[in-house]
């Protein structure tokens, strides 16, 4: 049985309503570098995941299925009732999996640095991580994290901010950071993903090691309707080192979803 839990949300700006999905061992702080240009144009709406931020801990071991429902919780706690949605990492499957079951509120999905299609390699590669993280603790691990999420460059020129990152994970219940690892490591949207129906913008980093153009071509290729955008360059943190970046392609995706629906009105 799902039992959803109410999250700790935010909302700010105005326009239509775009729901924020923040990754592993994040919180809704994760997308301070994008809300200017989103909340210049829509409602944004952001959130902790269960066990993140102010969201309150889970009592047992959940699924993505249950991460779905408290999203449904958070969008009719908003009073919205259709919106975009965004994610990034663990959130880039929250989004499309929340859009194949309640379909009727989701106008589009940005999926950021995801993954899906993953081979055999793939999979061994990210259990493996997981693996080391059960048997030698997560701190022990994070030099491997750091340096899959950053650029060197970002690295050396802000140390401060890799620092914070790295703080919020040890931070995070262990229980719950490797419980929402386990659901990113072994979710494989291939089986359903051609299923979700909205207008989706896939985005990943260039040189993201796990969320690599690769697997998200196959996105791209897999979803009814969308759009492929590769960032030169970055790694998986894309929201901390181009969040900027992503806002203005979320800005100018969403609206071209606009202007396309005004011409076939018109037409």
Same mark, same amino acid.
């Given at each position: 049985?799902?039992? *959803?839990?109410?999250?700790s ?6 326009g ?16 301070? $570098?994008a809300?200017? *240009?989103l909340?210049?144009?829509f409602?944004?709406?952001t959130?902790?995941?269960?066990g993140?931020?102010? *969201?309150?801990?889970?009592?047992? @071991?959940?699924?993505l299925? @249950?991460? =779905?429902e ?6 009719? +706690?908003s009073g919205f009732?259709?919106a ?5 990492s ?10 194949? $079951?309640?379909?009727q509120?989701?106008?589009s999905?940005g ?7 993953r %081979?055999?390699?793939?999979s061994? $590669?990210?259990?493996?991580v997981?693996?080391?993280? /059960?048997?030698?603790g997560?701190a022990?691990?994070l030099?491997?994290? %750091? ?15 890799? /620092?914070? !990152?790295l703080?919020q994970?040890?931070?995070? @219940?262990?229980?719950v950071?490797l419980?929402?690892f ?5 979710t /494989?949207?291939?089986?359903?993903l +051609? $299923?979700v ?6 985005l990943t980093?260039?040189n993201?090691?796990?969320?690599n ?11 009814? @309707? ?5 960032l030169p360059?970055?790694k ?12 203005? +392609?979320? =800005? !100018? ?5 606009d202007?396309?629906? !005004?011409?076939?009105?018109d037409?």
């Amino acid at each position: 049985m799902i039992d *959803s839990i109410a999250c700790s949300f935010s909302m700010t700006g105005q326009g239509p309503a775009l729901f924020l999905i923040h990754g592993i061992g994040a919180s809704r702080q994760t997308w301070h $570098k994008a809300l200017p *240009s989103l909340a210049a144009h829509f409602t944004v709406v952001t959130y902790d995941l269960r066990g993140h931020g102010e *969201s309150p801990l889970p009592d047992s @071991d959940f699924v993505l299925d @249950d991460l =779905v429902e408290d999203l449904e919780k958070v969008r009719q +706690h908003s009073g919205f009732e259709q919106a975009h949605f965004a994610g990034h990492s663990l959130g880039g499957m929250i989004g499309p999996a929340y859009a194949l $079951k309640y379909p009727q509120h989701v106008l589009s999905v940005g999926l950021l640095s995801t993954a899906a299609f993953r %081979t055999e390699d793939d999979s061994a $590669k990210v259990g493996a991580v997981v693996s080391a993280m /059960e048997k030698d603790g997560i701190a022990k691990v994070l030099p491997t994290l %750091t340096n899959r999420w950053f650029t060197d460059e970002f690295m050396a020129a802000h140390p401060d901010e890799v /620092e914070q !990152r790295l703080q919020q994970v040890i931070n995070t @219940d262990p229980d719950v950071f490797l419980n929402v690892f386990r659901i990113y490591a072994t979710t /494989e949207m291939a089986p359903w993903l +051609h $299923k979700v129906t909205a207008p989706c913008l896939v985005l990943t980093g260039e040189n993201d090691g796990g969320c690599n153009p690769r697997l998200n071509r196959l996105l791209d290729a897999a979803l009814a @309707d969308s759009e492929l955008v590769i960032l030169p360059d970055y790694k998986h943190s894309l929201l901390l080192e181009a969040g900027a970046t992503v806002a203005d +392609h979320l =800005v !100018r995706f969403i609206q071209s979803l606009d202007a396309r629906n !005004r011409f076939a009105f018109d037409s």
